[in-house]
């Protein structure tokens, strides 16, 4: 199975002078764990993630106030949809990250969580009889 099969395609795009808690608020209406950040004036996309999110809150930080540029992943991985699920989880695995960005053509196509994988893994779920 490949990267386009599994990945989501409703990408959630955010401003790097989006505030964390701006952020966390359309992360969770969109029930995503990352959105990507485009920034043209720094020249790329990042990511920004649940944890980060997190990170920044247990750190004290105030989320009113704390920009997302300032938490951004901008090294990003890639991956591209003709990718397999394996090579995908591969590249996660490596990074220590759950979360892809799908490039198509340039630009974001797509998201690939680590949830997308396992949810094309697992085998359907049974019903119990009640």
């Known amino acids: 199975m490949l990267v386009r099969d599994a990945m ?6 955010i401003g790097p002078a989006h505030t964390l808690r701006q952020a966390a608020a359309l ?6 764990g990352a959105a990507v ?4 004036d720094a020249g790329g996309i990042g990511i920004l993630t649940e944890r980060d999110i997190l990170n920044s809150v247990g750190l004290g930080q105030d989320p009113d106030t704390e920009r997302t540029h300032a ?3 901008d090294d990003v991985v890639f991956a591209a949809p003709t990718w397999t699920l394996e090579e995908a989880a591969r ?3 490596h990074g220590g990250f759950r979360h892809l960005i799908v490039l198509d053509h340039g ?3 797509g998201i690939v969580s680590v949830r997308d994988i396992i949810r ?3 085998p359907a779920r ?4 009640v």
Request: net charge positive.
């Open 8 to 13: 989501s395609t409703v990408v959630l795009t």
């Open 120 to 122: 094309c893994w697992a």
């Open 71 to 73: 938490h951004t992943t």
């Open 27 to 32: 992360m969770a209406a969109r029930r995503v």
């Open 91 to 93: 590249a996660m695995a």
């Open 126 to 129: 049974q019903q119990v009889p």
């Open 37 to 40: 950040v485009l920034d043209p």
């Open 107 to 109: 630009g974001p196509a």
